[in-house]
């Protein structure tokens, strides 16, 4: 839940309410101190997603993920007067309207400079996601500015769920999601498909714009849908200006405009203030394949030699990394030097281990099977056993160690927000972080060791299962989760693992 600041006399209750309908009725009032702590607060309590980059955290900490950017230290960070933005901002030859005022320069102040390491990772997202985003809106003859409402949204995380179960780069609820023709079961769920979700915001845009006939009004509805846009309006007279009925809106919905205008401007202007994207594992260039069969993605991982993250990163439609093609074909994206290799050994691929991936009967069980939602240990980090406190928040404990709520729920599998004062966290933290805390490495074990005929594997940071089994003859991961009756493939440092490698 978003924190208020609470104040105890009305009357200052009313000063506040008075400051903000001036600022927004008149856009040359400077923003209040007060106003400023708001939007701090608003944008800070929100940033679990914009620091939830799901593939950048294979291999960047999330609290510098501008390293090795080289910072150009002769453009100076400061603070530009007004004019500038004005002239910046009417520069930007947009079709939606983007005008300023003291909210907006918030927020752009906010990407641009308290932020500005997370808008370099955006930017690089942008290379992968945006010429999807670009081409479908063109289909559907919209402006191409809205390609900057996921940044908004999800921050480019198509895996990203919301406190309430938005879900994906576009972020639909279930019912919208549904009402648009989006596939969600236990297996497949569309609203993290980036080209597939994209088409249904693109038609729910549209019908947006049919009841306003204003886009700014648009972009507002899509966050908090048309129903409350309509009671603001109502509110305000009948209004339909968004700045004449921005305090009648929810309040998480206030910033969603002025946030948008400011993406807009960091993305064009990012040089200017010292912002450079940072580069991406994902491949830039993919293809596309239409499967018919029962598959795995560890199939075409362990066949192809394609790391399975990679796979995970171009289809996190595939919730338990299984493509259920059964009474419909499904796409399979791959990197595009992949697609010929497929091609050649479909039939090797789909033969691969299916006995071991699918049971006879082919029937599935999720259980043995990687879900996209979980999140690697860290390569080099260290564990640290947390106690909760009281007063805890999964916010508050993930800022403190340098994670991110999602990491902590991943790792300790916690579901929502709710934790319990006493219990006890796994989190694994940065070297950094670690010598801050006065946290040392456990000693490094050899690798293994022989014990009562068997293998006896010491899980170091970066395994997973699957490249663990690689290091043992004729072993699989399946071989492992049998033999240490592991409810999961996912595995910990310092945890032993007894293996049997085949002669």
Same mark, same amino acid.
């Given at each position: ?5 609470? %104040?105890?006399?009305?009357? #200052?209750? *009313? ?8 600022? #927004? ?6 923003? &209040? ?17 914009? +620091?939830?980059?799901?593939? #950048? ?22 603070? /530009?007067?007004? &004019?500038? %933005? ?11 309207? +983007?005008? %300023? ?16 390491? +997370? ?40 895996? =990203? ?20 023709? /989006? ?13 597939? &979700? ?19 009004? *648009? ?16 509110? =305000?007279?009948?209004?339909?200006? %968004? ?19 400011? =993406? ?156 319990? *004062? ?6 694994? *933290? ?44 004729? #072993? ?28």
């Amino acid at each position: 839940m978003k924190k208020f600041i609470k %104040y105890p006399a009305i009357i #200052v209750c *009313v000063l506040i309410f008075n400051s903000i309908r001036a600022q #927004v009725s008149n856009p040359a009032i400077k923003d &209040s101190t007060l106003e400023r702590i708001s939007l701090s607060m608003d944008f800070n309590n929100n940033l679990d997603s914009l +620091l939830n980059l799901w593939y #950048v955290q294979q291999s960047v900490d999330s609290n510098n993920l501008i390293v090795g950017i080289e910072i150009d230290s002769t453009l100076p960070i400061i603070n /530009l007067p007004d &004019s500038v %933005y004005i002239k910046r901002l009417a520069r930007i030859n947009s079709a939606i309207d +983007l005008p %300023y005022n003291s909210i907006v320069r918030s927020y752009i102040s906010m990407y641009t400079h308290n932020k500005k390491d +997370l808008v370099g990772v955006m930017m690089g997202l942008s290379d992968y996601y945006f010429p999807i985003f670009e081409e479908i809106l063109d289909i559907y003859q919209l402006p191409q500015e809205f390609r900057f409402l996921p940044i908004i949204e999800s921050a480019l995380n198509p895996r =990203a769920v919301s406190r309430v179960g938005a879900t994906g780069l576009w972020q639909f609820m279930y019912g919208t999601g549904r009402m648009y023709k /989006l596939t969600i079961n236990s297996y497949v769920d569309e609203r993290r498909d980036p080209i597939a &979700s994209t088409h249904a915001a693109a038609r729910f845009i549209k019908d947006l714009y049919s009841i306003y006939k204003d886009w700014t009004l *648009v972009i507002a509805a899509y966050n908090c849908g048309p129903g409350n846009v309509n009671k603001a309006i109502r509110r =305000a007279g009948g209004k339909k200006n %968004y700045w004449d009925i921005y305090y009648y809106l929810p309040r998480e919905t206030r910033g969603y405009v002025p946030a948008f205008i400011a =993406a807009n401007y960091a993305y064009y202007y990012h040089k200017e203030h010292n912002i450079k994207p940072q580069a991406i594992n994902v491949p830039l260039t993919s293809d596309t394949l239409m499967v018919n069969k029962l598959l795995h993605l560890q199939q075409v991982s362990e066949v192809l030699g394609i790391p399975i993250n990679l796979i995970r990163d171009l289809n996190p439609q595939f919730k338990l990394d299984i493509i259920p093609a059964r009474e419909r074909a499904f796409a399979l994206k791959l990197p595009v030097d992949a697609v010929g290799s497929f091609i050649d050994k479909e039939k090797e691929i789909f033969a691969y281990k299916d006995s071991v991936f699918f049971n006879r009967k082919n029937s599935i069980n999720p259980i043995k099977y990687t879900s996209s939602y979980q999140y690697d240990v860290p390569a080099g980090s260290v564990k640290y056993d947390y106690r909760v406190q009281s007063g805890d928040v999964l916010g508050t404990i993930a800022e403190r160690f340098g994670v991110t709520a999602s990491q902590l729920r991943s790792w300790n599998n916690i579901y929502g927000n709710m934790i319990r *004062v006493n219990q006890k966290l796994a989190i694994y *933290v940065s070297p950094r972080v670690a010598a801050q805390l006065g946290i040392t490495a456990p000693k490094q074990q050899s690798t293994s060791k022989v014990e009562a005929g068997y293998i006896v594997h010491t899980v170091k940071a970066g395994d997973t299962l699957w490249t663990i089994a690689r290091q043992y003859p004729g #072993v699989s991961g399946d071989d492992i989760i049998k033999i240490n009756n592991l409810k999961s493939d996912r595995v910990y440092p310092g945890q032993t693992l007894k293996i049997k490698p085949k002669s």
